[in-house]
C-alpha cells in the first residue's frame, strides 16, 4: 500500500464547476497535510495546509480532513482554465518535515 | 524578497559522472530539503538539513549525500551517476524545519543523464 495515494486524472471539469481532488494515506500518525500545484515543467506551490479535522476555506479553495477516514480533500470552486494543472497532496509524518507526496492528479479545466 | 534559488538550472551528464546542486533558501530561513522528482510522479524526499545538521534521510544511496553551509545554502552531490538518477531535483527552504512550517519550492535543477 502507497503511503499517499492519489488517483492520477486526468480529472477534467468545465469552467466555473467544482472539482473535487482526493488523496487517501496510510499513516495514523500523520499529522500536517498539504496541498501543492504543480505545473508542467515547474515546481510545486503551496495552495493550502490543514492540519485538524474540518475544513479550512481560502479564496475559491476548501481543504478537508477526516483523520478517522486518513482521507484529505481539496475542492476548487469556480474553476478556471489557469487551475488546469497537477495538485500533489503531500502528509507530514513523525519529527521533521519530510513531506511525503502521492503521484499527483493532473486536472484540466475546459473552456 | 527573493525566493529559493538553485543552480544550475539544467544539467547535462553522463553515467559514472559526478554533479553537485546547489541551493540558496529564502533569507531568515534555517531548514533545506532536497527532493527528487521522475517525470509522473511526486517528489521524493531525499535529505534535510537545519542548522548545518541532517535531520533526515530518505531511501536514497549512499552516492547521494549532502551538506549544508554556515549561510544555511546547501549542495546536494550525487556520485557515480546512472541512467535513473534523472530527475528534477527541488530544495525547499523553511524557517525552522518543523512539521507545521511551509516549505517552499525552489526553480528546481534539471539533470539528464546519458
Known amino acids: 500500500q502507497k503511503e499517499v495515494e492519489q488517483n492520477s486524472g486526468p480529472l477534467s471539469v468545465p469552467e466555473g464547476a467544482i472539482a473535487s481532488l482526493n488523496c487517501t494515506y496510510s499513516?495514523?500518525?500523520?499529522?500536517?497535510f498539504f496541498w501543492y500545484r504543480q505545473y508542467s515543467g515547474k515546481s510545486p506551490e503551496l495552495i493550502m495546509s490543514i492540519y485538524s479535522n474540518g475544513d479550512k476555506e481560502d479564496g475559491r479553495f476548501t481543504a478537508q480532513l477526516n483523520k478517522a477516514s486518513q482521507y484529505v480533500s481539496l475542492l476548487i470552486r469556480d474553476s478556471q482554465p489557469s487551475d488546469s494543472a497537477t495538485y500533489l497532496c503531500a502528509v507530514i509524518t513523525g519529527g521533521g518535515n519530510k513531506l511525503t507526496f502521492g503521484t499527483g492528479t493532473q486536472l484540466k479545466v475546459e473552456l | 524578497d527573493a525566493g529559493v534559488t538553485q543552480s544550475p538550472t539544467h544539467l547535462i551528464k553522463t553515467r559514472g559522472q559526478h554533479v553537485t546542486l546547489r541551493c540558496s533558501p529564502i533569507s531568515g530561513h534555517k531548514s533545506v530539503s532536497w527532493y527528487q522528482q521522475v517525470l509522473g510522479q511526486g517528489p521524493q524526499f531525499i535529505f534535510q538539513?537545519?542548522?548545518?545538521?541532517?535531520?533526515g534521510r530518505g531511501n536514497f544511496p549512499d552516492r547521494f549525500s549532502a551538506r549544508q553551509f554556515p549561510n544555511y545554502s546547501s549542495e546536494l552531490n550525487v556520485n557515480a551517476l546512472l541512467l535513473g538518477d534523472s530527475a528534477l531535483y527541488l530544495c525547499a527552504s523553511s524557517l525552522l524545519g518543523t512539521h507545521t512550517d511551509t516549505q517552499y519550492f525552489g526553480p528546481g535543477t534539471r539533470l539528464t543523464v546519458l
Open positions: 499513516d495514523r500518525g500523520s499529522q500536517s
Open positions: 538539513y537545519y542548522e548545518k545538521e541532517e535531520r
